[in-house]
């Protein structure tokens, strides 16, 4: 790799990362209904889940698996917002 390309890859790392932040930031501060309407997906995605595995779990685990549901979920916000805001800083389509 030249070091033209690690300075573009460096560039869009960079990029990407501080968008990341601005995501979260939104997420935590502006978006209060959206990050209370994933804790309620999260939860119900959790009685699917139970439902489904036909298996009950105690409430620490029942609240564990929502946090988890709760993370990605956040962080699939996250990128979705760092890679739509550098689609519109591009105007062009960025493959994952």
Same mark, same amino acid.
Request: glycine residues 10%; aromatic residues 8%.
């Given at each position: +790799?030249? *070091?033209?390309?690690? !300075?573009?890859?460096?560039? @869009? =790392?960079?990029?990407? /990362?501080?968008?990341?932040?601005?995501?979260? %930031? #939104?997420?935590?501060?502006?978006?209060?209904?959206?990050? =209370? %309407?994933?804790?309620?997906?999260? =939860?119900? #995605?959790?009685?699917? @889940?139970?439902?489904? +595995?036909? /298996?009950?779990?105690?409430?620490?685990?029942?609240? @564990?698996? *929502? !946090?988890?549901?709760?993370?990605?979920?956040?962080? *699939? @916000?996250?990128?979705?917002?760092?890679?739509? +805001?550098? =689609?519109?800083?591009?105007? *062009?389509?960025? +493959?994952?």
């Amino acid at each position: +790799m030249n *070091s033209i390309d690690r !300075e573009g890859c460096n560039d @869009f =790392e960079k990029t990407i /990362r501080q968008y990341l932040k601005q995501g979260r %930031a #939104k997420l935590a501060n502006d978006l209060a209904g959206t990050r =209370e %309407a994933i804790k309620l997906i999260a =939860e119900d #995605k959790t009685r699917d @889940f139970l439902k489904v +595995m036909d /298996r009950g779990l105690d409430r620490d685990e029942r609240r @564990f698996l *929502s !946090e988890l549901i709760i993370t990605g979920m956040y962080q *699939s @916000f996250c990128f979705g917002y760092g890679i739509g +805001m550098i =689609e519109g800083h591009t105007n *062009s389509r960025i +493959m994952l």
